[in-house]
């Protein structure tokens, strides 16, 4: 129980001291993650492991892929390419529609794209609508997280319910036809929450470079702006597509290679070489400057993410998980049950997928007794495990700083925005998967 204690003053601790003190998010970290080593029992070896290798797994799988995404960013902005995605959305959808779009838009780029990658590539659009349209990067922000979060948790061949689909063993197309359906209105709840709330907070674009778009008069076609976002994420979503099961390519060396170049290092990577092409009218030195700021930009968020990292991994080595899960593995409320364990699990360590797989294993020999041994009853228990991974996406969540970071949010700003949003979304998602569990089992 003094886990639960300690983790609360500690995330009281992180808070206070970025809000009140204005205190770097990158050292709060550290020091609450030894804080919460020291405090939880931890031995002093253990401690120093565990938050090197959660700061270094945390930046092997994000690390690159923030470097490159930022850099890509870079050459949006710097050759208008931006801009002409912007004025090109705004045409199709509106001034006012514009958070919608965004949302919708990372609805479904993370079907196939993990929710942090896809965040970082389209962030760039989310700055430039700001630019246009004077709309809060909060609500932008928080519109887009939350549409990428949405098929994050629900919609294989997302890595998190794919494997609790296959820990269940729950029949993939159910989760998938099923998920689809829960993740819609899930995804519109953290849209609606973005322009009824976070447009009280006004965040706007930096830009020391507006010059840069006054001068580039003729903007990039929209299909050459768009390469650098639409090529990596077509690479990822063809790797995702062969990677299913029911998937076998003939060709041994054609299926290395799609396996090569969709792997979210290499496609965005890709991104940053389209880029570079389709700027060859400028100048070298102009090149290297953008790289440059592009790598600037992105290494605080790099250290930040990585910090979050290293405090979920602390808490991960702690006993929380264990004690979460003997004192409600005992209740049988049915499909409430994998929600309330994930929801604890994602809210104390921070990962999503770590909470989808670890409750998936605890429930399996558990789906008899909570009336879920059926077809559907399995296909919902993965629904309510991703429902509850999603509830609360905040500081021990690395998706929440480069969320923060790629927004220009601050720890307060975006813990009311875009923590309270995945709040609501994970509840909806519940209260929904109540629904139908009435009707279908």
Same mark, same amino acid.
């Given at each position: 129980m003094f886990v639960f204690i300690y983790l609360a003053l500690t995330i009281g601790f992180i808070i206070f001291a970025t809000a009140k003190y204005n205190i770097h998010p990158f050292l709060t970290l550290i020091a609450a993650s030894l804080a919460m080593g020291l405090m939880g029992g931890l031995d002093t070896e253990t401690i120093i492991k565990s938050l090197s290798e959660g700061f270094g797994n945390t930046l092997k799988s994000i690390g690159i892929v923030i470097a490159c995404g930022s850099i890509i960013g870079a050459y949006l902005e710097r050759t208008g390419s931006a801009k002409s995605i912007a004025e090109s959305l705004l045409n199709l959808t509106g001034k006012e529609k514009s958070p919608l779009a965004m949302n919708l838009?990372?609805?479904?780029?993370?079907?196939?794209?993990?929710?942090?990658?896809?965040?970082?590539?389209?962030?760039?659009?989310?700055?430039?609508?700001?630019?246009?349209?004077?709309?809060?990067?909060?609500?932008?922000?928080?519109?887009?997280?939350?549409?990428?979060?949405?098929?994050?948790?629900?919609?294989?061949?997302?890595?998190?319910?794919?494997a609790a689909a296959s820990i269940l063993g729950a029949d993939i197309g159910l989760v998938l036809v099923f998920g689809f359906m829960i993740a819609v209105p899930v995804s519109l709840i953290g849209w609606f929450w973005a322009i009824y709330y976070c447009s009280r907070f006004s965040i706007n674009t930096e830009s020391h470079d507006e010059h840069v778009w006054e001068e580039n008069t003729q903007s990039p076609n929209i299909l050459t702006a768009l390469l650098p976002i639409v090529i990596p994420i077509l690479l990822i979503t063809l790797k995702s597509f062969i990677d299913h099961p029911s998937i076998m390519l003939e060709n041994y060396y054609l299926e290395r290679l799609i396996t090569f170049f969709g792997h979210p290092i290499i496609a965005i990577l890709s991104g940053v070489f389209i880029a570079m092409v389709s700027a060859q009218n400028y100048s070298t030195e102009q090149h290297f400057a953008w790289v440059s700021d592009g790598l600037k930009a992105a290494g605080t968020i790099? +250290?930040?993410? %990585? *910090? !979050?990292?290293?405090?979920?991994?602390? /808490?991960?080595?702690?006993?929380?998980?264990?004690?979460?899960?003997?004192?409600l593995i005992g209740y049988e409320i049915g499909v409430l049950l994998p929600f309330i364990i994930a929801a604890f699990l994602k809210t104390a360590q921070g990962s999503s997928t770590v909470s989808i797989i670890t409750t998936a294993a605890m429930i399996a020999p558990?789906?008899?007794?909570?009336?879920?041994?059926?077809?559907?009853?399995?296909?919902?228990?993965? +629904?309510?495990? %991703? *429902? !509850?991974?999603?509830?609360?996406?905040? /500081?021990?969540?690395?998706?929440?700083?480069?969320?923060?970071?790629?927004?220009?949010?601050?720890?307060?700003?975006?813990?009311?925005?875009?923590?309270?949003?995945?709040?609501?979304?994970?509840?909806?998602?519940?209260?929904?998967?109540?629904?139908?569990?009435?009707?279908?089992?």
């Open positions: 838009t990372g609805f479904l780029v993370s079907i196939p794209v993990f929710c942090d990658s896809g965040y970082v590539i389209l962030s760039t659009l989310n700055k430039a609508i700001n630019r246009k349209t004077g709309i809060s990067l909060a609500v932008l922000g928080t519109s887009l997280a939350a549409g990428l979060y949405a098929t994050h948790v629900f919609v294989p061949p997302t890595p998190g319910p794919l790099i +250290l930040i993410t %990585g *910090a !979050g990292g290293a405090f979920g991994n602390i /808490l991960r080595a702690t006993s929380l998980g264990d004690f979460i899960s003997q004192q558990l789906l008899d007794a909570l009336g879920l041994s059926s077809e559907m009853g399995k296909v919902l228990a993965v +629904l309510s495990i %991703g *429902a !509850g991974a999603m509830t609360v996406s905040h /500081l021990n969540d690395s998706y929440f700083w480069v969320v923060s970071q790629f927004s220009s949010m601050n720890t307060g700003t975006a813990l009311r925005c875009h923590t309270v949003a995945t709040l609501f979304q994970g509840l909806t998602a519940v209260v929904l998967i109540q629904v139908v569990s009435i009707f279908l089992l």
